[in-house]
């Protein structure tokens, strides 16, 4: 029989959008149901979760979890200063278990502020796997592919091993995404034989779109049409797209993506911290495009914090529309939970808290004084919480953080570890 | 004798901008020295900082403390919606008790996110004013004036009591400046008097400045001169003046805000939230411009995190300028203390960790995950840090906040009057 779990007495953000003091019952790694207590269901253990927030756990729809390794050790630059004499001979020193203790480091600090499910695009992607299969993470990854790159007949062979060997792997924790950095480092014919692979494999695509003002520009040049419809056209928007970034849209990339149903990582964290622009949100939303929240690498944002990407979006959308309207604090929410799940390909299976979604919970304490007065526990989520605030997480049923402590992770050692290659791939 | 205190082996930001690891020597409410332990130096009390960073407590430029009643009260609307509808009915309701302790919610916050002086203006000053005197905290305290009220003539009278009786009050750690509210509030006739007060007390203003477009357009309609230039000729710039917001500035403006040394408070989430647009601060400082940082009120931040508007403050310089090297993270990290005691009148007493200055110091833990590796603390605390890492806050030498902790304020009876308070308030 499966383990059962009762969260009681919560503050549950259920899947109507209001707020209800229910309890949570778990069986084995689902929600059995939400309600009030039923006298005949006996749970193997109970949580008290007086004065405590239960949310869907967060869902970071685009980040490169290693660079961590490089949190700190470059800002304040211009993006291509940074990348050329920085970050890129940095990362030409990287070992797989680098990766490893890098992922390792990204996934203490994700569980720590409450997120439970991170999609990742980088390089030794098996052991970003092995760190979200040891840690309890849930995870959709994708090896980055340039097809400029000499690794670029490497990445295609290393992308359909990972899909073969990790997808719906980890108790269905893991799925696999083909990951296509962007159009600017993926010529035409490349992005041909990814959505080949794609159409072979079943696979969906996770790629860079639209970043930059300059990256536009470059493709307009190019190819007389811009990255959205690029992409169109080669049919990379058929396979089912997560498009990272989505900054410089015309109406007509707007229309394109609603018609192919892509799925957007919002990013305004890095996309301020890098000055690449503030995106339509706002027009892609009432565009009914599915929107999720992203953190984008510790390098360029620099932390994994999805409480703080929440706020920027919902302030972000209302300083660039000049509408104190746009991007409530329900749709934030929404974004960083419900919307992000929808944008990963994990819709209906977990970013709600209902019957039959996958036990993927973050509770949060309401003690701090940033929580009082208490008109409204969306908006004080929304608009003051801190990441501080997170108390219990779980994915599947498991409690990966409780009261604050790391259950399945030896939090110093990860410390010591990246700190120490950190130092060693900078030198 | 004075009493002594040694902070022992942090890493502190000096002076000159630079992390070292070294030791604090406080005696009474100064410091004494900052370097390496010295042999003949006795201390009555040690508290040892290893793997804390020592900063100057943060200084909140402006605020509306006692708002912390009306968070989460009413978000996510148009500015005279929320006004007219939500808040201005709410604050007819206020009593000096209300004030009391919703400055008193607003201090505990503030304490235990790192600052240790803020700016207030509101109304039943004398209430702020006991409550930052019971708290140990630092204020700068304003009681704002409207010359379309029908308080108007109540206003400045009090406002000249509050100087009179509370200027310097407190162990010297409450100073009073003139708050009339706004050009839109009030008339040229009005702030002629308060400039005329001011002459006579040798009081500073706190006022608020072009914080909307529309406050422009209708200045520039009905006095054929933005806010600035009205203010130019009120004389009300050469009193010393403390300017909230300045979203909406012209080149002209800037020249004349440069050459009338007029401080001014960035409010950047307040800003986005309300949608008011986003301030030229690299504009401002590029001009010589003294820029601290403010919360505004909670009513419409929602919290009153410095560490949340210097991050702010530098991501949204750079997306607005198109310019990943606007206010890099030394800049945001001046601007939250240094530059922010100058702008309130208070440079070269606080805002440095330097023998001398007042010690308002604020320690934070750099155990979090986010904090590592560490290749640039000043990095990580702009761009990475959580107030939840705030461990423990200084006000003049004496502990406001140990390891998380108050020492001087009852919080749970804080949080309760403020919760029961407000609901009376808002129904």
Redesign the interface.
């Known amino acids: 029989m499966a383990k059962t779990l009762l969260l009681k007495n919560a503050y549950v953000w259920g899947a109507d959008g209001t707020i209800t003091k229910s309890d949570i019952a778990i069986s084995g790694s689902e929600i059995a149901w939400v309600g009030s207590e039923k006298q005949d269901w006996q749970a193997d253990h109970v949580i008290d979760c007086t004065d405590k927030l239960a949310i869907p756990g967060f869902v970071n729809t685009h980040t490169h979890a290693a660079m ?2 490089f ?9 291509m200063d ?1 990348l050329q004499n920085k970050i890129w001979p940095a990362e030409r020193k990287l070992t797989a278990e680098d990766v490893y203790w890098g992922s390792m ?1 990204a996934i ?2 994700m569980i ?1 502020t409450g997120t439970t499910t991170f999609a990742d695009m980088y390089f030794f992607m098996p052991e970003v796997a092995q760190a979200a299969a040891d840690s309890g993470i849930r995870a959709v990854l994708s090896r980055g592919m340039a097809g400029v790159a000499p690794t670029a007949e490497q990445a295609l062979h290393e992308s359909e091993v990972l899909f073969r060997e990790w997808h719906n792997a980890a108790e269905g924790r893991i799925t696999v995404m083909l990951g296509p950095h962007a159009p600017y480092t993926c010529p035409p014919a490349y992005l041909r034989r990814v959505v080949e692979l794609a159409g072979r494999l079943k696979a969906e695509i996770h790629i860079h779109l639209s970043e930059t003002a300059g990256e536009v520009e470059t493709c307009l040049k190019e190819h007389g049409k811009t990255p959205i419809a690029l992409m169109n056209e080669l049919g990379v928007l058929d396979c089912g797209v997560l498009a990272a970034h989505c900054v410089h849209l015309t109406e007509e990339d707007i229309a394109i993506m609603a018609r192919k149903k892509v799925r957007v990582a919002h990013n305004p ?1 890095s ?8 995106a339509p949100v706002h027009e892609l939303l009432s565009a009914g495009i599915c929107v999720g929240l992203g953190t984008d690498g ?1 390098a360029s ?5 999805m409480l703080e990407e929440m706020r ?1 979006a ?3 959308a ?2 660039r ?6 991007v ?2 329900a749709t934030a929410l929404d974004m960083a939970t419900r919307r992000g799940a929808e944008a990963l390909g994990l819709g209906g299976s977990i970013g709600v808290l209902a019957a039959g979604y996958k036990a993927d919970i973050t509770l949060l304490s309401l003690q ?3 929580w ?6 969306v ?2 989520l929304v ?2 919480a ?4 997170v108390d219990t997480v779980m994915v599947n049923g498991r409690i990966l953080l409780e009261k604050g402590n790391l259950t399945t992770i030896d ?1 110093e050692r ?2 010591y570890e ?2 120490r290659r ?2 060693r791939l ?1 030198r």
Chains 1, 2 share one sequence.
Do not use: C, F
């Open positions: 961590t390794l949190r700190s050790y470059a800002d304040d630059m211009a993006l940074w480091l203490v600090e720590k964290g996309n301020m911290k890098l000055a690449s622009g503030i510790a944002n620099n932390n994994l914090d920027l919902a302030l972000l209302k300083v529309n000049n509408d104190p309207l746009a409530p604090a701090g004084p940033h009082h007065p208490r008109h409204d526990l908006s004080l608009y003051a801190q990441s501080g605030d939090e990860v410390k990246a700190a950190s130092m900078t």
